[in-house]
């Protein structure tokens, strides 16, 4: 199996891995490579309306007595679509400095360099235990995190004291980030030809609700009650969409729906902004559901913070406005950063590439990481 960063990202990035497939053969090639280099390995697995997605738990070190001790490196083998009309997605290519390939910067690049980190630790040395998480469907709802919380026996066992989840941070630790919240309002009308004006249009039923968030969108975007200064926006991104369901322009529509969205801070007031919403919804007589997820935050001035940013060089933690699935583990580990190599403005797109130099970089910050935090 290969041995440097570069080799195993490669051999990543050639096993398509899109949300829409199973993750199993990436899954089984990661398990074996890390169960190879000593590591206890638990096999996660669930259905997908028919389609197999695998996480893998890995352990290596010292079981503990009860203790909170250790670190834990988190990443996903998923990715989003390759999108392979338009370019060579699964075909990873170097030039210019760069691997050019679908997740070679969100996500396997900074999964293989965890991996490279973690398994040339030399387990007799290890005072803590050191686990490599890697998950399925974090690109869709974060479904293989949300399994390893419930089930993984090797961390119930003993969680980490301390996460480093690899998304693409350019090598800067990021203490902070967003969640979100969405509403979904529904109108319902009366279906019938305009000809008959017989119809109740659900459009026009919720068109007052419309034009309140409209005036609302404005608040947010002023009013600092609704936002966090830590954060660049520091707005919440209220956003609106509407579906009819498509309806034809000479038949009222049955049944619309508003959704709308705004991604929640620390000290943000949310639960303010969601009374707004839904006491607005609610006058009008829509129908209403919600889902809200928390941010991300660790306190910047934290150990593994500072220990971060003395392994990186890097003079100053920032925050970051996209989610990661920090929020699905923050209630098991105490302290987390998010910390990868690779530019979330590479992540997602056509010709996604990640520079080759800080793949290798990652190598040795995950490298001390674990020197300082596990004893290897």
């Known amino acids: 199996m290969p041995s440097n960063v570069l080799e195993l990202t490669q051999t990543l990035v050639a096993m398509p891995s899109p949300s829409s497939v199973s993750n199993a053969e990436i899954s089984d090639y990661l398990a074996a490579h890390l169960q190879q280099h000593g590591f206890d390995v638990e096999r996660l697995a669930y259905d997908d309306n028919g389609v197999e997605k695998v996480s893998i738990v890995a352990r290596i070190g010292p079981n503990g007595d009860g203790e909170r001790g250790g670190l834990g490196l988190f990443s996903h083998s998923d990715t989003v679509p390759g999108n392979p009309g338009e370019w060579a997605p699964y075909t990873p290519t170097v030039a210019d400095g760069r691997l050019i390939g679908r997740g070679s910067c969100d996500m396997k690049g900074p999964l293989a360099a965890t991996v490279v980190a973690a398994a040339a630790v030399d387990a007799r040395r290890l005072r803590r235990p050191l686990f490599v998480v890697i998950t399925a469907d974090e690109e869709v709802g974060y479904g293989g995190a949300y399994q390893v919380a419930r089930e993984s026996t090797l961390l ?86 509407i579906d009819d369901g498509g309806c034809k322009a000479n038949v009222t529509a049955a ?105 290798e970089s990652a190598v040795g910050v995950y490298t001390r990481l674990i020197e300082r935090l596990c004893g290897g």
């Open 156 to 241: 119930q066992g003993q969680w980490p004291a301390y996460g480093v989840v690899a998304e693409p941070t350019s090598l800067v630790p990021v203490y902070a980030h967003k969640g979100g919240a969405r509403i979904y309002v529904t109108a319902r009308g009366r279906a019938a030809h305009t000809s008959t004006d017989q119809g109740v249009s659900a459009n026009f039923l919720i068109a007052p609700f419309l034009a309140e968030m409209a005036e609302m969108a404005t608040l947010f975007r002023r009013d600092p009650r609704f936002q966090n200064a830590e954060f660049d926006p520091p707005t919440n991104g209220f956003n609106m969409v």
């Open 255 to 359: 049944k619309t729906v508003a959704t709308v969205g705004f991604r929640t801070m620390p000290n943000d007031h949310r639960d303010e902004a969601m009374r707004l919403i839904l006491g607005a919804a609610h006058k009008y007589g829509l129908e209403t559901q919600e889902h809200t997820f928390g941010p991300f935050y660790t306190a910047p001035d934290s150990t593994l913070v500072k220990l971060a940013l003395q392994v990186t060089g890097i003079a100053k933690a920032e925050t970051v406005p996209f989610g990661t699935e920090a929020l699905v583990y923050q209630e098991y580990i105490p302290e987390q950063v998010i910390l990868g190599p690779g530019s979330i403005a590479q992540a997602h797109t056509i010709g996604e590439w990640i520079d080759l130099a800080q793949l």
